[in-house]
């Protein structure tokens, strides 16, 4: 396939499907991953197509995000639907876990709802750990540098510290869920501690309200596959295909 034939299906291909990550294309041009790289590169210089992290998405593409709001400004989004979600999250904890709880509004609400006093709990968020420790819970606290908007300890310190441990359960916040980006987060420090968590974690669970499916942003720190989802409501039944879901609202 000629250059200018092969750069012409990838913008059709990303048109049709509004989003497409370097894998997705490998498998549907038959190109090397560095030579669409390049082509991605090319026809986001020539205003074609708009270049992402791992991929892409198309000039028109809605669902695309790359804003981060203050925790402040979360706190007051959805606010009951992420109280139903805390408190069965929290019910999941068995005394023997040992649990990686990710910083977020959600995965803070949830702490309100812990009573396990037996489970040891880590934590990348700040508000997190002063939480758990005024609620009397073995608690510790990741290092690394903090992210002022969402009040989270980040980094490469934070990678290497989550490497030494092994949890039983996980507690992941994230910004968006879709089909072929999976899990999303704007941040990709963020996101590479998201992976690491995930990564050494026998059971990752990711509290999301029902505004987080359908909704893209720049760094994929999860397969959708990777994680159960607990929601309060799913928008599309097709995610059940994929993976396992909790929702909360048929309680």
Not at 173 to 179: V, W
């Amino acid at each position: 396939m000629l250059s200018e034939e092969r750069r012409n299906a990838i913008v059709s291909y990303i048109d049709k499907n509004g989003t497409a990550t370097v894998q997705d294309l490998v498998d549907v041009i038959d190109a090397s991953a560095a030579t669409i790289r390049r082509d991605l590169l090319m026809l986001h210089n020539e205003n074609r197509i708009v270049k992402v992290f791992g991929g892409a998405t198309s000039l028109d593409y809605k669902e695309m995000s790359s804003a981060e709001p203050s925790v402040g400004d979360k706190m007051t989004l959805n606010t009951r639907e992420k109280e139903l979600i805390a408190e069965y999250a929290a019910s999941l904890i068995s005394d023997d876990d040992f649990v990686y709880i990710d910083s977020g509004t959600t995965t803070l609400c949830m702490i309100n709802y812990i009573t396990n006093s037996k489970a040891v709990y880590v934590t990348n968020g700040i508000v997190h750990a002063k939480r758990l420790i005024e609620r009397g819970y073995s608690t510790m606290i990741i290092g690394g540098k903090v992210k002022p908007t969402t009040e989270a300890v980040i980094g490469s310190r934070s990678v290497e510290e989550l490497a030494r441990f092994n949890f039983t359960k996980s507690f992941m916040g994230t910004n968006g869920i879709t089909e072929r980006a999976g899990f999303t987060t704007p941040d990709e420090e963020e996101a590479l501690v998201k992976s690491e968590a995930i990564k050494h974690t026998l059971q990752s669970y990711v509290l999301a309200d029902h505004s987080k499916f359908g909704v893209v942003t720049p760094v994929t720190f999860a397969n959708i596959w990777d994680c159960c989802i607990i929601t309060d409501t799913v928008p599309d039944k097709n995610y059940a295909d994929l993976t396992m879901i909790k929702s909360v609202s048929q309680q």
